[in-house]
């Protein structure tokens, strides 16, 4: 129950939009004359809170529609209106627990409807695409303003500091504020008689600790509390750990303790700065959401065991190193002692086992024996498996590092005589990477000599060679001499390179410092390249070594130690882009897919866009972004895609080492994994996980749109797309001006408005919008203006309630709003027991009560402007409903005053009280301006009778001149 509300809301702000999708859109027009922007609906949507500040200087804090072309449409937002001249748009909230993601964290609409309180202290956050958005395209270093923090300094919600902070350089909003970064003009405001106000003007690494006391700003984990992420104050301020502390400490005893805060940007974006461009009679085109994979993991079928086949832990030891995909079989190789499925089926097979694409079961019959772990697969155009690694036997016979098998059995397969040795002095065989391109197998890992079909002598081709796929030859004219182990190999598609990374540092005689580019011809290097490592001591030659590189078309990718990750132009090898992790790690797998490029590391903190330099990279970032193991990365502009940003996290810190997109679209991830996050909780995927693409497809156009015009209403039909869940999204005059989930729409007339209509899904896919249909023209006679009534949703099936079982008398404050009873419990409608389809069943224990009791506060704000306040209620069996305290309905109850032992006269079923519910249309007078509260006391025919509870309530507001 909410302790205090630091700023009364507007009405509206209790119909926030839920599932606000925020894409960004082909410019829209701006109507000849706009509608003045002042927030109140969605018609009228301001492009900023200051904007709102600025039209109506006496404007207060609460909710208000707010809308920019990076928007899909007009959504609700909470902006402060009183601190430093207004005109902040509040982007989260909420004491401990916060999230460093770029999804940021809960339900947007939930801080415009609840922006503080001890029931605002679960932390929401807009996602980082709402907030860019906000910005309309605005760097958050452009702000003057900076970000402001507005935390409590005191347990009880009483005292308050505002602090500023200045983001320097980043470019789109980030949540990863624990990374390091350079900020400036750092001040804290304690009030005007505090002595801790102070302002830091110079730039520094980080939003940091500046002192023990209030004045720091600390967003890291720290393990005095329990790693939990907060805007916390320095080490001699302690919390405590209950619901009602504004400041909260895991121990009474740890520092560093973490206040409730709200945070805030203040873009000055009016009207003209949104520079809306005309909609073409034809409409709108389909927008879609970028073709990414899932962030959330798939549901686990199978994982690897938690150790390694071959007893050695370490980063080249990983349970999971290699993905191939022949036929309906996706192979996963590594170095895992054992399979492990969701229902704890343990089968004994090691490194090497196949899953069915489209179900991802274990393929049983495919059952090879290797005795060392696996470090690449790939299908051949025959249909046969190459596999490489680090065994020298496989199903009982020789075979040093690579080998050929049936994709169907893992039975060897000898049609090609095919082997490779390593002639050094104590040395072994090992394969660590593979690529088919062209009539070409290329091979590269550690080995002086291969053999092949053609010929009973070995070719010297030292750590890299290649067969051909025509007869499994070695190629005697293509023979690179590596002087160290090649990492990855990849050939171009245009069949004129073949790249290399690794640990070398000449090809024959020629200088080549970790990475190559051949010719296919003879092998020798096309240019020289000279690249910058991200690490420039003098140990630099030790440290630069590269894991992988990856052909994208245009370009070239690499990525290895000192955790850089770059591409390259493909004669001269200039750099186009790079960015840089940190703390960790080292890149260690590149792999491509429909233009990204997927990148595995043991990363586990901050990505920096731009940077090249390993100690210094957020001098030159231009973004940073948390990254979990593994990021995808725009193939063409560089760019990192934190869309995809996968919560993975590994038994030993190594990372991920490799990953594959199968025929489906399905991305495969695989390294030193435990668990990843799924779409309902954090999952066991030990090893290896899946990622299935997201929806991005647009939905299909809405049809047949038709305006008429009915007594100074435009009413709008249309025919539905032939999709459920879609909400459309109705255009005027190059602006969306609202959205339903029905076919049919109304607002205040406009003559010749322009209409458009098209229709969203909840994934934020947009369809292309009908043709234009023109409002008609009326009569140009003088007309007295009408009032538009607009009906609000105030509360819905699925809100939360509390409610409390009827074990004993109440205390008579318990339907007031300011009530002295306990010990209450919540959660959303539909709740009771006994029934079908109820969202909260309600334990009673064994106490068998014939009585419950519900409440919930709602806030409504300009009385004068309600017209109807009407409460519909389930009676199943019995209810009492109170608005205030006061009793305004009842339904099958006889007793003047029930008491909790109160039977109900009948027993309807929940169908037939869900069809027939009591309806009481409640007069506006009997409202209060602010808070108000809505009780039911619901009681059972018999004791053991079935009970459901669900109330909705519909206000209708009279709005004059809403345009």
Known sequence: MKISLRQKMTAAALIALSGISLVALPAQAQPATSPKADGLSSATAAASCYEIKQNDPASKSGSYWLYTPQMSAPAQFYCDQETNGGGWVMIGRGREGWTDTYEGKGNEADIAANPDGTDAFSPVQLKSTTVDALLN??????????????????????????????????????????????????????????????????????????????????????????????????????????????????????????????????????????????????????????????????????????????????????????????????????????????????????????????????????????????????????????????????????????????????????????????????????????????????????????????????????????????????????RPLFNGTVNGINASADGKQVFAAGYFSTVGTESAFRLASLNTVDAKLTAQWNWKPSFDEARTPEWSYQFDVQDVGGSVWTGGTEHLISQYTKDNFTRLSSSITKDGGDFQDLSYHNGVVFAGCHCGDGMYQDADSWKNAWNQATNVQQIRLMGAWDAETGKYLPQFNPQLKGFHGNGVWESFTDSNGVLWAGGDIATSLGAYGVQNTVGFARFAPRDSAAPMVPTNLQVSVDNATDKLSWTKSAESGVVYQIIRDNRVVGSTSESTFSLNHQDGARYFVRAMDSAGNISASTPVVLSPVTPSTPATPTPEIISQKVVSTGDQWQYKLGLAALDSSWKDVATTETGW???????????????????????????????????????????????????????????????????????????????????????????????????????????????????????????????????????????
């Open 137 to 478: 395209g605005q760097a958050p270093s452009a702000l003057d303003d900076g970000v402001r923090f507005y935390r409590a300094t005191d347990k009880a919600g009483t005292k308050w500091q505002n602090s500023y902070a200045h983001r320097d350089q980043i470019q789109n909003w980030s949540w990863a504020l624990s990374s390091w970064a350079n900020w400036s003009n750092i001040s804290f405001d304690n009030g005007p008689t505090s002595p801790w106000s102070k302002t830091y003007p110079g730039t520094m690494d980080r939003i940091a600790q500046y002192s023990s006391t209030v004045n720091t700003i600390l967003f890291a984990g720290k393990a005095a509390q329990n790693w939990n992420l907060g805007f916390a104050f320095g080490p001699s301020v302690y919390g405590e750990n209950n619901a009602t502390s504004y400041i909260w400490g895991a121990t009474p005893t740890a520092g560093n303790a973490i206040p409730f805060t709200q945070v805030f940007l203040r873009p000055k974006l009016t009207q003209s700065d949104l520079k809306f461009a005309d909609i073409a009679d034809s409409g709108t085109p389909a927008n879609t959401q970028r073709a990414l994979p899932n962030s959330y993991s798939d549901k686990m079928r199978w994982r690897t065991s938690n150790e390694t086949g071959t007893g050695v832990v370490g980063e080249h030891n990983t349970l999971v190193q290699a993905f191939g995909q022949v036929g309906n079989t996706v192979f996963v190789g590594g170095d895992f002692k054992n399979l492990v499925s969701a229902d704890g089926e343990v089968v004994n097979q090691q490194f090497l086992a196949g899953f069915d694409v489209n179900t991802g079961e274990l393929v049983r019959g495919f059952t090879p024996i290797f005795n060392g772990q696996i470090k690449n697969v790939i299908g051949l155009p025959n249909g046969k498996l190459a596999v490489g690694g680090e065994f020298t036997e496989v199903n009982g016979k020789p075979a040093a590092g690579l080998v050929l098998l049936d994709p169907a059995t893992g039975v060897t397969d000898t049609s090609w005589n095919i082997g490779l040795e390593n002639r050094n002095t104590g040395g072994v065989v090992a394969v660590n990477t593979l690529d088919v391109q062209g009539n070409y197998l290329y091979v590269g890992g550690t080995f002086t000599h291969a053999r092949g079909n053609t010929s009973s002598v070995a070719a010297y081709s030292k750590n890299a060679t290649r067969f051909r796929l025509d007869n499994g030859g070695v190629d005697w004219k293509w």
């Open 825 to 963: 419990s919540s959660g959303v409608s539909t709740l009771g027991w006994g029934s079908s389809n109820l969202a909260t069943v309600i334990d009673r224990g064994d106490k068998s009560p014939i009585s419950v009791y519900f409440r919930k506060e709602i806030s409504v704000n300009s009385l004068e402007e309600v017209k109807k306040f009407q409460i519909s209620t389930v009676a199943d069996d019995g209810v009492v409903v109170y608005l205030n305290g006061k009793e305004v309905g009842r339904k099958n109850i006889s007793a003047q005053q029930p008491t909790f032992t109160t039977y109900a006269n009948t027993a309807p079923s929940q169908s037939s009280a869900t069809a027939a519910p009591l309806v009481i249309d409640v007069s506006p007078n009997q409202l209060v301006e602010g808070s108000n509260v809505i009780a039911v006391e619901t009681h059972a025919n018999w004791r053991n009778s079935p009970i459901s509870f669900d109330t909705q309530i519909a206000l209708d507001r009279e709005v004059r001149n809403p345009q």
